[in-house]
């Protein structure tokens, strides 16, 4: 049996309160999700699915009525939401706030948000996707809704957070800051486990790299080989900065570029950082990229929609989409890493959390930040930052205050970012 079907058969049996799915960047989670809820369906069972954000569950409804047209499925909303194209598009989507229009449907699928506000209905399983986002006082409000549930999600990307202090309830058993899967294992520290071992979206040359700096305990593969997958382009080229044409060949060669700035304190929204990361992503189209993979073996032009960068902020992203504004790169997904988890790409620009920053905050150091804008790509990624974060780190040591009962997470953010600049400032050295 595959590790899947070890899965589906603890998650269809009637031992227990549930499965908790571990599974690194691009292994197949949505997949995974959308399997299980087919199975379900079309044993007769009726089924509730939980995911953390419209996007989110827009995308889960997509695929699996595209792969199962005759399951009915309801898309349980709010009042505000506007549908998406890629839902209506399906007859058997059925959208509605109220739990009594979509019951007998026989998987509904919701954000865990407005799962928090159902009073009425009971379903004896349920799928709880990108689990490790969720908090564990929306899992409390929402586990009275089902029997047994299938967790999964990324333990090595963004915790739950918070816009209000949160210390006063850390180390408690009810400390609504902790995971869905924190929670759950703590309570049931019985419950199987299975963790999905290969990343079908890094490639080699990036899933040895995150594996170490982010999941040095639960260690993965890629599923490709290095001969798989290659970038190229297909207009040379003539003039233009130097630089940005000598990090755009790094990065084709070798998956990873580092394009550093000079050391210098800036505010937030780095004016010589924006325009650095739009010189990146237009030059990067008008160079014609085509991406060469196990899914397009001829070769598949990597047009805007496959291109998307990152930051950790907002102010930041929106500077850097006026950035693109009036550009070839208009259309290029620009975002923060919170809204970027789970969504894919073939090449992606990053601004990394500490360039140009005075100290290292702990929301700058946190190791899910860097993880998620590192490892979004099929092909290539490029970090863009100023000189001087090796000496920031040292300079402000890991020292986040330990609580009673609360497990140390590994790695933390400072030796994470250790471990990523060591490998970015080697590519750099030899690319």
């Known amino acids: 049996m595959t590790v899947i079907d070890d899965i589906l ?31 379900m369906a079309e044993a007769g069972e009726r089924l509730m699915v939980v995911a953390q954000t419209n996007e989110q569950v827009d995308d889960l409804i997509d695929r699996l009525a595209s792969t199962a047209p005759s399951v009915e499925i309801g898309r349980l909303s709010a009042s505000t939401y506007n549908p998406a194209q890629r839902v209506i598009k399906h007859g058997s989507v059925t959208v509605s706030g109220a739990v009594s229009d979509v019951q007998t449907c026989a998987v ?46 990324d333990p090595g990307q963004l915790d739950p957070f918070s816009v209000v202090a949160v210390e006063r309830w850390a180390g408690l058993s009810w400390d609504p800051m902790q995971s869905a899967v924190a929670v759950l294992l703590r309570h049931n520290p019985d419950l199987p486990l299975h963790r999905l071992p290969v990343s079908w979206r890094l490639p080699p040359s990036a899933a040895d790299v995150v594996s170490a700096a982010f999941y040095p ?9 290095p001969s798989d997958r290659s970038l190229e382009f297909s207009v040379r080229a003539i003039g233009g900065d130097q630089q940005i044409e000598a990090t755009l060949e790094t990065a084709r060669r070798t998956g990873w570029a580092l394009h550093e700035l000079p050391a210098r304190h800036t ?10 990361i739009a010189d990146i992503v237009v030059n990067l189209l008008r160079r014609g990229p085509v991406a060469y993979s196990e899914h397009a073996p001829e070769g598949r032009p990597v047009t805007a929609d496959r291109v998307a960068v990152g930051a950790a902020h907002r102010d930041q992203v929106a500077a850097i989409r006026q950035a693109l504004a009036d550009t070839v790169a208009a259309d290029v997904t620009v975002d923060t890493a919170n809204r970027l988890q789970g969504r894919e790409y073939d090449v992606t620009v990053i601004l990394h ?47 986040e205050p330990v609580h009673l009962n609360v497990p140390v997470r590994f790695p933390d953010g400072w030796e994470a970012n250790q471990a990523m600049l060591a490998h970015l400032s080697t590519v750099d050295a030899t690319g």
Do not use: N
């Open 217 to 225: 305990f639960t260690p993965f593969a890629a599923g490709t080989k």
């Open 108 to 153: 509904v699928i919701g954000t865990a948000a407005k799962w928090a506000t159902v009073t009425e209905g009971v379903w004896e399983r349920a799928i709880v996707d990108e689990a490790y986002q969720m908090r564990s006082d929306m899992l409390l409000r929402v586990a009275g809704r089902f029997s047994r549930g299938l967790f999964v999600g």
């Open 353 to 399: 959390p500490l360039s140009g920053r005075r100290d290292a905050s702990a929301f700058h150091l946190e190791a899910g930040r860097l993880c998620v804008l590192a490892s979004r790509h099929r092909h290539a990624c490029v970090v863009v930052a100023r000189a001087g974060i090796a000496e920031l780190l040292d300079t402000h040591p890991s020292a």
């Open 267 to 276: 505010v937030r929204t780095d004016r010589e950082a924006v325009t650095a």
């Open 9 to 39: 058969a603890d998650f269809g049996s009637a031992v227990g309160r549930g499965v908790v799915v571990d599974s690194p960047p691009g292994a197949g989670k949505s997949t995974l999700v959308v399997r299980a809820a087919r199975t």
